[in-house]
């Protein structure tokens, strides 16, 4: 039940976009983007439930579609701050207790 | 507010040991999820802990187990340590046990076997 990512890892410069996917074989109900800087915590980025909604924050957005069972995040002007690795987690019914989380996006913005 | 604390942070044991890792959630939190996160990959769920309870068990074996305290803290412990075993161990609290708010990370207990 583990999400898949893609890509696995990018590098990019500071100002670039870039769009980090998650795609699952099951079902979803929601997906949940977080952000872990090395040594760190996991950080809570945003949640998107079953409905197709697109959700912003700051420079840093997202999009679900379940019908396709994949969410995407969009960074845009991308700053250094925005390096990590980031983390699809997945549920699949409303009052799940737990989530599956992807692998991981290792995002790297050099100067 | 005091955001999630582990303890210890890093620690090293030896095939066959036991361990006990402890996580004080947030305040105003009463449930707590513990993850295991080996190098490279994404957090797997262990378990969660909803009012002292156990709520919901990932694929981990009985030798993993928990407790949660009436202060909502909680404690991992995992018995006949295997190589395996070693992997950075999340511990995350939130405000109820549905999906569909944050979970609040601490910084993990790095358990290394040799």
């Known amino acids: 039940q583990q999400p898949v990512q893609s890509p696995q890892a990018v590098i990019l410069r500071e100002g670039e976009d870039a769009v980090i996917n998650c795609s699952s074989s099951k079902a979803l109900y929601s997906v949940h983007w977080y952000r872990q800087k090395h040594g760190e915590a996991p950080v809570f980025l945003m949640i998107l439930l079953k409905g197709g909604e697109q959700k912003g924050h700051e420079k840093i957005s997202a999009s679900f579609n379940e019908k396709k069972q994949q969410s995407s995040l969009y960074l845009t002007a991308s700053q250094l701050s925005y390096s990590g690795t980031y983390f699809c987690g997945t549920s699949r019914q409303t009052g799940a207790n737990n989530l599956f989380f992807g692998t991981g996006t290792r995002l790297t913005v050099i100067p | 507010e005091t955001g999630v604390t582990q303890s210890p942070t890093h620690l090293i044991k030896t095939r066959g040991q036991q361990v006990t890792l402890r996580c004080s959630s947030q305040?105003?939190?009463?449930?707590v999820s513990w993850y295991q996160q080996a190098l490279g990959q994404g957090p797997q769920f262990i378990f969660q802990?909803?009012?002292?309870?156990?709520?919901g068990r990932g694929n981990f074996p009985p030798r993993f187990s928990g407790l949660q305290f009436p202060n909502y803290s909680s404690e991992l412990n995992v018995n006949a340590l295997e190589l395996d075993d070693s992997a950075l161990y999340l511990c995350a609290s939130s405000r109820n046990t549905a999906n569909t708010g944050e979970l609040f990370f601490g910084e993990g207990s790095r358990l290394t076997v040799l």
């Open positions: 305040s105003g939190h009463n449930t």
């Open positions: 802990y909803y009012r002292e309870e156990e709520n």
